[in-house]
């Protein structure tokens, strides 16, 4: 089935892109999220149109994404969790509680904008990847202490 991306997609395309993907993946995920449209001579002529506003609302939340990195490249967390004698942590470190820090801090952010890119399961200073809606990664320095 032939659709026409309205977000980048890691591993599939960019915004813009006309792609055959399996219908299935299509009618039950991208099309019903409002990620892509079918590629039709209609929906071809209203992507047109709408591609420059589009684009325009994509450049400001880019720009909003990349006043969060510039916020966040320079904090330090310190993460309380409950770990055994040899510094493991019952559990690993959840984003949950890295964006309730995070917010404490002055920065909002919503857990649909981020997405943790590696697990924390030890105690100790520690870098943290974050990634921004998608787009942007970060790391974070945090210090993991026990309860």
Known sequence: MKIILLTKINNLGNFGDIITVKSGYARNYLLLKKKAIFSNKTNIKYYEKEKNEILEKDKIKIQEIEKKSIQL???????????????????????????????????????????????????????????????????????????
């Open 73 to 147: 490249q320079n904090i330090n967390l310190i993460i309380y969790s409950k770990a055994s004698k040899e510094g493991k942590l019952y559990g690993a470190i959840k984003i949950q509680e890295i964006i309730k820090k995070i917010n404490d801090l002055g920065i909002n952010l919503t857990q649909k904008e981020v997405k943790l890119k590696n697990q924390i399961k030890t105690l100790g200073k520690q870098k943290i990847n974050l990634l921004l809606n998608n787009i942007q990664e970060i790391k974070i320095n945090a210090e993991i202490i026990k309860e």
